[in-house]
T-cell receptor, first 110, second 114 residues
């Protein structure tokens, strides 16, 4: 059973067209929810950590939010350089593993 | 650059050979995770180590795979008698301590088994 599910799998946006990526998790006892950006051929780059429902973090055009069952990565007025795969991961109180979703591949068209 | 370093970046092996992947954590970090990433799949946890100790190896295949993080030197992921199914990108990530959550990833090693 997948612990972390991301949707959509792929997203194409026009430059300036805001949208949201979803990350849902199926296990209770969340210790932390993490967002990463991964460019082709590179390792994931850390973006945000969220710990509790209601928490929000922002960085440039990105804002991450967390509820009890899911997290959203909001992208406001995206630019072509925001094109990448966005990964979320969850760490639970019960163990040491980080569970990664399969990512959302974002393409921003000029 | 004090980031996580991995080498080699690309590794080609023939079936039956051994592959050794190295990971040097960020300066000041004492814990290392190893992950495998297959095309169109997410990162899959393999093993979690601190220096001279394996904390969690529940994601590691039972045979042919081993990992270590010695007191001195990089962490090493070793794959013996490689098979074509081992072809993947292998990433390591380091953290500042036990259950310190933020992981910083290296650039990965792309292993190709011929």
């Amino acid at each position: 059973e997948d612990q972390v599910t991301q949707s959509p799998e792929a997203l194409r946006l026009q430059e300036g067209e805001s949208s949201s990526l979803n990350c849902s998790y199926t296990v209770s006892g969340l210790r932390g929810l993490f967002w990463y950006r991964q460019d082709p051929g590179k390792g994931p780059e850390f973006l945000f950590t969220l710990y509790s429902a209601g928490e929000e973090k922002e960085k440039e055009r990105l804002k991450a939010t967390l509820t009890k069952k899911e997290s959203f990565l909001h992208i406001t007025a995206p630019k072509p350089e925001d094109s990448a795969t966005y990964l979320c991961a969850a760490l639970f109180n019960t163990g040491n593993q980080f569970y990664f979703g399969t990512g959302t591949s974002l393409t921003v068209i000029p | 650059n004090a980031g996580v370093m991995q080498n080699p970046r690309h590794l080609v092996r023939r079936r039956g050979q051994e592959a050794r992947l190295r990971c040097s954590p960020m300066k000041g970090h004492s814990h290392v995770y190893w992950y495998r990433q297959l095309p169109e799949e997410g990162l899959k946890f393999m093993v979690y180590l601190q220096k001279e100790n394996i904390i969690d190896e529940s994601g590691m295949p039972k045979e042919r795979f081993s990992a270590e993080f010695p007191k001195e030197g990089p962490s090493i992921l070793r794959i013996q008698q490689v098979v074509r199914g081992d072809s993947a990108a292998y990433f390591c990530a380091s953290t500042a301590g036990y259950r310190k959550e933020t992981q910083y990833f290296g650039p990965g090693t792309r292993l190709l088994v011929l």
